[in-house]
């Protein structure tokens, strides 16, 4: 995958994220949403490489050259989102939503017999939408596996809207020993642990699939923790319909992950396709829920396709 993601600095900065945060709770949601639309143009004409790379994924997603009414609605849809994460966050909040869940009866045969589950999600939609769900059933433990060294000012706000946030939080970026005890024991209370599987960070494995058509690599991390944790695995997509509106949607994806030692590579390779393969599903259905504004996919793994394709029908490379 793409390295963009972790060069580019977050767009706005403290003070901007901080004034959306006193809009929000001091003025109410309906003033805050406001502010989305000169916050949209801002992005749009100033973030040269977002809109370039939202035309192109548009231009994927919706199967004809996006225009610039789509990118414009495109940057809504992700402002909007990182506006709730201020009212999801909020426990005072969560009855404002609208949420409709589906496939909650899979996610419960998973939880019955009493061991944890991996819940695997993407940068698309709201992941912070679960909450509307662990709200209704206070049942439910909730631990998500964030890097908390990306993204500082953004999970600073988070974290000072509800401090007991912070230590549900598994912290990716300690030591591997420290993540590995970490999880295990999440797993023994039970625990929904939450991951986004659609991003590697620096130096964590990868391996290449097939999304829209082209090569793009995904982490394949949560494949070996469910294989070492013995723990199934839940997508979860919290899709954005516009207000107050959101779909969450589970769907059982794998009830046991083995990873052999012979074969492990292609192993991991096939869960990546399979993940991949989901995601593209939904991203079809709602690309304007799509987060991701960098080039997602790997130019290097297309290129190297090319060349065997000229060498297989005798051509020059």
């Not at 003025?27 to 192109?56: C, K, N, Q």
């Not at 201020?86 to 061991?115: C, K, M, Q, T, W």
């Not at 492990?264 to 096939?270: E, F, P, T, W, Y």
Request: with cysteine.
């Amino acid at each position: 995958m793409s390295a963009q993601w972790r060069e580019r600095r977050e767009a706005g900065g403290r003070v901007a994220i901080w004034l959306i945060r006193a809009a929000g709770l001091f003025g109410g949601r309906a003033f805050a949403r406001v502010w989305l639309y000169p916050i949209t143009l801002y992005f749009y004409f100033r973030r040269t490489h977002e809109r370039r790379d939202s035309r192109a994924f548009l231009s994927l997603a919706l199967d004809r050259p996006a225009r610039a009414l789509d990118v414009l609605k495109h940057i809504h849809c992700y402002a909007a989102t990182i506006l709730d994460r201020a009212f999801l966050l909020n426990d005072a909040s969560l009855d404002r939503f609208d949420v409709r869940i589906h496939g909650l009866d899979r996610l419960e045969a998973e939880i019955a017999p009493g061991r944890g589950v991996l819940l695997l999600g993407a940068h698309f939609g709201s992941f912070e939408v679960l909450r509307t769900l662990t709200a209704r059933r206070p049942d439910l433990q909730l631990r998500v596996i964030m890097d908390l060294k990306q993204t500082r000012a953004l999970n600073e706000l988070l974290h000072a809207l509800n401090p007991a946030i912070a230590a549900n939080v598994i912290d990716a970026g300690v030591d591997p020993g420290a993540l590995a005890l970490s999880l295990h024991e999440a797993a023994r209370q039970g625990a929904l642990i939450g991951l986004l599987a659609d991003r590697s960070r620096a130096h964590e494995a990868t391996a290449a699939a097939e999304f829209f058509g082209r090569a793009a690599q995904f982490p394949t991390a949560a494949y070996q923790i469910a294989s070492m944790l013995e723990l199934p695995i839940v997508l979860a997509f919290g899709v954005y319909r516009g207000g107050n509106r959101y779909d969450l949607h589970f769907e059982t994806f794998a009830q046991e992950i083995r990873i052999p030692r012979q074969g492990r590579a292609a192993a991991l390779q096939a869960w990546a396709q399979c993940f991949a393969a989901r995601l593209e599903h939904y991203v079809r259905q709602y690309p304007y829920n799509w987060c991701n504004f960098y080039d997602f996919w790997d130019r290097s793994v297309d290129e190297q396709r090319t060349r065997n394709a000229a060498v297989s029908f005798g051509g020059v490379p």
